[in-house]
């Protein structure tokens, strides 16, 4: 019972900047990894970033240094900082969530956003 609502798409210029967000709500126990996948048009989905409750985090080798994952554990939200953004970013950008869905038993589910759009371009 996670829902997941993405927001800070947007068009920007190369070399700009945005920032994402994704607010997560419903019942759970805990909310594990979370991450970011992109899909650019004509593409396969891919993984971009993710991050663990501690902090841990880990980046798609064609965004390092560029972008940088972050989560409020208190508000339930993760962020994705997007700078020095170049044209092959453009692409619509997926939240995902890792939860806990008992409180007895160790089981756990995905949850997805439904997206949302990031247009890099001149």
């Known amino acids: 019972q996670v829902q997941l609502v993405e927001s800070g798409g947007g068009l920007v210029q190369p070399g700009g900047s945005l920032r994402l967000s994704c607010a997560a709500s419903?019942?759970?126990?805990?909310?594990?990894?979370m991450g970011w996948y992109r899909q650019a048009p004509e593409k396969q989905r891919e993984l971009v970033a993710t991050?663990?409750?501690?902090?841990?985090?880990t980046y798609v080798d064609s965004v390092k240094g560029r972008f940088t994952i972050s989560r409020d554990n208190a508000k339930n939200t993760l962020y994705l900082q997007m700078n020095s953004l170049k044209p092959e970013d453009t692409a619509v950008c997926y939240c995902?969530?890792?939860?806990?869905?008992?409180?007895?038993?160790?089981?756990?589910?995905?949850?997805w956003g439904q997206g949302t759009q990031v247009t890099v371009s001149s």
């Open positions: 995902n969530a890792r939860f806990r869905r008992s409180a007895y038993l160790a089981l756990e589910s995905d949850a």
């Open positions: 991050i663990t409750s501690g902090g841990g985090t």
């Open positions: 419903g019942r759970h126990f805990g909310l594990n990894v």
